[in-house]
T-cell receptor, first 111, second 114 residues
Framework: GENVEQHPSTLSVQEGDSAVIKCTYSDSASNYFPWYKQELGKRPQLIIDIRSNVGEKKDQRIAVTLNKTAKHFSLHITETQPEDSAVYFCAAILTGNQFYFGTGTSLTVIP | DTGVSQDPRHKITKRGQNVTFRCDPISEHNRLYWYRQTLGQGPEFLTYFQNEAQLEKSRLLSDRFSAERPKGSFSTLEIQRTEQGDSAMYLC????????????FGPGTRLLVL
């Protein structure tokens, strides 16, 4: 099965700085890579996703990059704000199958 | 509310008791997933349904766990003879086959086994 590793486990940044979270996956057949944000006590919510036929995707302050050859993908958050503080999970999926989640990154944005 | 709903939101039980959780997916979604999440960890896959068929089960799903989706709509997850190690958040998610594959999560049921 798929194995997803996520780094770092914790990340603190000053407000306005950028944050980068990286994930690697093992199954080269995986073709869909979502990122979820989970605030304390709340459900995971999709913030951005990317498919294997695309190398980069942006949505305002959030971007995801995918390197299929190296089997890694990254979440980039620019101009961080205190409300970005949460736990972020990456996942990898072979379409139609189960999601494999990373272990999460706890992001703290310091005002 | 047209999102995924779960009931109950919290459950406290004594070791050895049986518990059952319910998940109502987004109405047009035919895929339904159950995950378990413990503190500081990502969601761990338990099982998933496509319509009423249970297509995949994780090795995490011991014989004490059973899930059903009899009419292809809501699903139930039952844990028999609960153990303290079963304490966790149980998350349900749904998606539409042939759609974006995005899984939308419910609020979860937090289980505490005393």
């Amino acid at each position: 099965g798929e194995n997803v590793e996520q780094h770092p486990s914790t990340l603190s940044v000053q407000e306005g700085d950028s944050a980068v979270i990286k994930c690697t996956y093992s199954d080269s057949a995986s073709n869909y890579f979502p990122w979820y944000k989970q605030e304390l006590g709340k459900r995971p919510q999709l913030i951005i996703d990317i498919r294997s036929n695309v190398g980069e995707k942006k949505d305002q302050r959030i971007a995801v990059t995918l390197n299929k050859t190296a089997k890694h993908f990254s979440l980039h958050i620019t101009e961080t704000q205190p409300e970005d503080s949460a736990v972020y999970f990456c996942a990898a999926i072979l379409t139609g199958n189960q999601f494999y989640f990373g272990t999460g990154t706890s992001l703290t944005v310091i005002p | 509310d047209t999102g995924v709903s779960q009931d109950p939101r919290h459950k406290i039980t004594k070791r050895g008791q049986n518990v059952t959780f319910r998940c109502d997916p987004i109405s047009e979604h035919n895929r339904l997933y159950w995950y378990r999440q413990t503190l500081g960890q990502g969601p761990e896959f338990l099982t998933y349904f496509q319509n009423e068929a249970q297509l995949e089960k994780s090795r995490l799903l011991s014989d004490r766990f059973s899930a059903e989706r009899p009419k292809g709509s809501f699903s139930t997850l039952e844990i028999q003879r609960t153990e303290q190690g079963d304490s966790a958040m149980y998350l349900c998610a749904s998606s539409q086959q042939g759609g974006s594959e995005t899984q939308y999560f419910g609020p979860g049921t937090r289980l505490l086994v005393l």
